[in-house]
């Protein structure tokens, strides 16, 4: 179906949208009228042109409308017919023209003339001899092992043409940054439902919101951005949602949630086993759910693994009263239970379950997180009668399973414990049938299956990894967190690693480690190790000031870019960037860059070349693939992948303003609903519990893993205390960071309007804490940390800023500043966090994740 923007408008997403846009509304481009034509201070008539294209700078690509005055950008907009944004912007999108414009950026390819570790000295080149350089140096290292040339990425903005099409034309290794972001709370849905992504409601028919860490109102959170979020909670607000602000910080949260838990922080799988043994002990469970669409009937031996027959999972059949395989047709499998199978006693998995949950009473949490027994008593009363088990909808002609509770959460995963976290919270939707179903909670926007559901239950782990300790005795369920890399490239003896798998050249993509990453001690220490490392970036990040021999100078949001998602998990629509100008000063768009590196290393034409995977990535067919002998320009690859969406005039449809998005129409419930695809949950069965983490715990303990690593490998999740809290008594704080909606990564802190905003750094403190410590409003603290494992120490110098809208024993710091170097407008701003957190034992999840938690101690400086 392919609507018009008039339909859409009528549509009743956007209206129901009116009441939301209008409280997150920065520009108004229905109050935008054509300017009269007027003679100019040069005496030319003024032009006034109006170009779609997308926001740059934040996570979601909302629509926007170039405002552009005799070719000059003049204005940002919000496009109204973008089902994300609705015609609003927020301060990031408005604000990026700066970026746009900046005399500050990179403005021609620069070479480095000094030694590295300290600032650069750069001349500028051509563009011709910084690509000779480059390629000279990726063909070089190609000739012993393509892996040892890394691609690391920071934000991919056209994936198709980025992480596949160069990384596999190139034949290098790819390293991503989730492993900082949300990948611990990925790889728990993946190995659990085979979803990719973490959790978020269905706004829609969601009556009870549980909102996780999500800093509502000042952050995005799974999938999308700030502006979907907030106006689909805002609508459901005006249908009387509840919301439970789960968080060690109010935040921004207050007016928006009906109770505040402030929660210990990393305790937040305590709080998880404690409701689902709630909903346990008071049996308000879906038992149709976990029973057809779950292994809760597994039986589990003594020994932890499932009985098989003929390698076939059984379930005890209750017509029979005998041990059957799973799946037979017309069999009663019992949910709980204990029986007696060959002489050995078995359990179904549900049951064992709901005995080693027995230990996590209220009582027991509260003990831990800081709670109130009563408060998580009433959240998982309220739960439970909020989940209508055995409720149904009607929606398009079929009947869905009604579960109006959610979750919504994200990068909270990011703990040491954070894979069963996220695996507990999963359980607590699957316990009363709300993962998948109408107003419960979503992992993706559709009900699809992830190559990780059969991939995590099928790794071979090796005894000669590399150096991401992939598939390893230490990370067998691996997000390759570059932190972790950093270690291993420093001391790959320690590790096992062959030397002659470290790598040699980097080529960083849109990333500043040593801001936005953590550990930067160690990430230092390793690209010393590193022969070449190039930068594509429009500014001189503080990694590239370090260690860039290379830079290239990209393009902000001047560039052709996509296939960029539309959806709202609603509507499904695309769109592309379009350049409203073209590339500023000497800088190119990296899709650009990539076809004349790979000219330039041979890799770009023929059956193996980039053009050829670009073919297979955008699915083009016969008749609109790119001949593989010929360069094409940027704007005819989206004409040709345009045309074969069969939309009118190609390219042009997304360059006309008053088009520019493909709406396809409403996503159907077939594919937004688990319950509801043919067969439901795609006929696979849900892991509530998880045999093959037990599995890899027994082979990494046959390989000789130390206990830190395989301690959390288990098939269900267990509370153990974490490891920071070894810590000495006089580091007697939790640290967190946390996100400001004035920012997004390394892009944004030197944007005139956004620094106006937050200009500086701060520490969050409690006020009654700071009185303790001495410490009044703008004092400069002094930060610790320690490393509980190792005794480092690390530190940091920042203002205070006190309130009563945080733990008493915990402070916060923002994680945006810091981060560009070589630019006067962020002179002055403060340090990041990122630099006193650790990585590696205690301070990484079993996933290689990063944990964002640490413990120290301030003082006035």
């Known amino acids: 179906m392919q609507l018009t923007r008039r339909t859409f408008l009528k549509g009743s997403a956007a209206a129901g949208a009116s009441v939301a846009a209008s409280r997150f509304l920065f520009t108004n481009v229905g109050t935008l009228q054509p300017v009269e034509t007027s003679e100019s201070s040069l005496g030319q008539a003024a032009i006034e042109e109006w170009v779609p294209t997308t926001c740059w700078i934040g996570k ?13 950008v003049v204005s940002l907009h919000g496009n109204p017919i973008h089902p994300k944004n609705k015609g609003t912007l927020c301060p990031k999108g408005v604000g990026q023209i700066a970026a746009l414009y900046d005399p500050n950026r ?24 910084a690509l000779d350089r480059v390629s000279k140096e990726i063909k070089q290292t190609r000739e012993k092992d393509p892996k040892l040339v890394v691609w690391q990425k920071g934000r991919s903005k056209a994936g198709d043409f980025y992480d596949d099409a160069f990384v596999k034309a190139i034949g290098c290794y790819k390293m991503g940054h989730g492993a900082y972001c949300s990948d611990a709370g990925y790889r728990a849905a993946e190995i659990t439902a085979g979803m990719h992504g973490v959790i978020h409601p269905d706004f829609r028919y969601t009556k009870y919101v549980l909102s996780w860490g999500w800093n509502i109102a000042n952050g995005g959170g799974n999938k999308t951005c700030w502006l979907t979020w907030n106006q689909q909670l805002l609508e459901a607000m005006d249908r009387g949602i509840k919301v439970i602000a789960i968080d060690p910080r109010l935040r921004a949260s207050g007016t928006y949630a009906d109770k505040w838990l402030p929660i210990r922080p990393s305790t937040d799988l305590a709080l998880a086993l404690a409701l689902c043994h709630e909903l346990m002990e008071s049996g308000v469970i879906d038992r149709e759910f976990l029973t057809a669409h779950t292994n809760s009937t597994y039986l589990v031996k003594a020994d932890g693994h499932f009985l098989r027959k003929d390698d076939v999972e059984q379930v005890w059949d209750e017509a029979s009263g005998a041990a059957m395989p799973a799946g037979s047709e017309g069999i009663t499998p019992a949910l709980e239970g204990s029986f007696t199978v060959d002489g050995q006693t078995v359990r179904t998995s549900y049951q064992v379950m709901r005995d080693k949950y027995q230990q996590y009473t209220p009582a027991w949490a509260a003990g831990i997180t800081g709670l109130k027994a009563e408060d998580i008593a009433t959240v998982a009363r309220e739960f439970g009668e909020n989940a209508m088990i055995g409720s149904t909808i009607v929606e398009d002609g079929i009947e869905i399973p009604y579960r109006p509770v959610s979750i919504m959460t994200y990068h909270i995963a990011q703990a040491e414990n954070g894979f069963q976290q996220l695996r507990a919270e999963l359980m607590l939707l699957m316990l009363v049938g709300a993962l998948g179903a109408a107003g419960g909670s979503a992992i993706d926007w559709t009900w699809k299956l992830h190559k990780n559901w059969d991939g995590l239950d099928n790794i071979e782990l090796t005894d000669s990894p590399d150096y991401t300790l992939n598939k390893s005795k230490y990370y067998p369920i691996n997000s390759k967190n570059p932190s972790v890399a950093a270690q291993v490239m420093n001391d790959p003896e320690k590790f096992g690693v062959s030397p ?8 960083i993509h849109h990333a500043n480690p040593l801001g936005s990453f953590l550990s930067h001690p160690d990430i230092e220490a390793s690209y010393h190790k590193l022969r070449f490392i190039a930068v594509i970036d429009p500014w001189i990040s503080r990694t590239a000031d370090l260690f860039a021999d290379v830079i290239l100078p990209a393009a902000t949001m001047e560039k052709y870019e996509g296939v960029i998602s539309a959806t709202d998990g609603f509507v499904d629509a695309q769109t592309l960037r379009i350049p409203p100008v073209e590339p500023m000063f000497e800088s190119r768009g990296e899709i650009d860059i990539y076809m004349d590196l790979t000219e330039k290393t041979g890799d770009l034409y023929g059956e193996d070349g980039y053009l050829s995977v670009v073919n297979k990535e955008l699915k083009l067919d016969e008749d609109h693939a790119l001949p593989l002998a010929q360069k094409p320009t940027v704007r005819e690859i989206f004409d040709r992948w345009a045309r074969q969406q069969k939309l009118e005039g190609g390219i042009e449809f997304f360059e006309d303003p008053d088009r520019a998005v493909q709406l396809k129409g409403p996503v159907s419930p077939t594919k937004r609903y688990g319950w509801a695809t043919d067969p439901p949950f795609l006929g696979k069965t849900l892991r509530v519990y998880a045999e093959k983490l037990l599995v890899y715990q027994e082979q990494m303990k046959e390989m000789g893993s130390p206990q830190a690593y395989y301690q959390d490998y288990l098939p269900l999740p267990e509370w153990r205390e974490p490891t920071y809290r070894g810590s000495p008594a006089k580091y007697d704080l939790d640290l967190i960071s946390f996100h400001m909606i004035e920012f997004k990564q390394s892009r944004t802190s030197m944007i005139p309007l956004l620094a106006e905003l937050a200009p500086r750094q701060r ?56 981060e560009i170097a070589r630019h006067p407008w962020t002179k002055g701003q403060g340090a990041s966090p990122n630099s006193i957190f650790f990585t590696g034992e205690g301070y990484t999840s079993m996933t290689a994740d990063q944990s964002y938690h640490v413990m120290v101690r301030v003082q006035k400086a």
């Open 106 to 129: 990179v403005k021609t390819p620069l070479l480095r003339t000094n030694g590295k570790g300290v600032p650069g000295e750069f001349t500028p080149i051509s563009w011709d001899e």
């Open 60 to 72: 979601q690509d909302c629509g926007m409308l170039a405002r552009k005055i005799n070719g000059r």
């Open 500 to 507: 002659d798998k470290i790598p040699e050249i980097m080529i």
């Open 763 to 818: 520490v969050d403190i409690n006020t009654a804490t700071a009185k303790a410590h001495g410490i009044k409003d703008g004092d400069d603290v002094f930060i610790e940390s320690h490393n509980a494992v190792t005794n480092e120490t690390r530190s940091m110098t920042v203002p205070a800023h006190l309130t009563e809208a945080l733990r008493p024993d915990t402070i916060a710091v923002p994680h945006h500043y810091g």
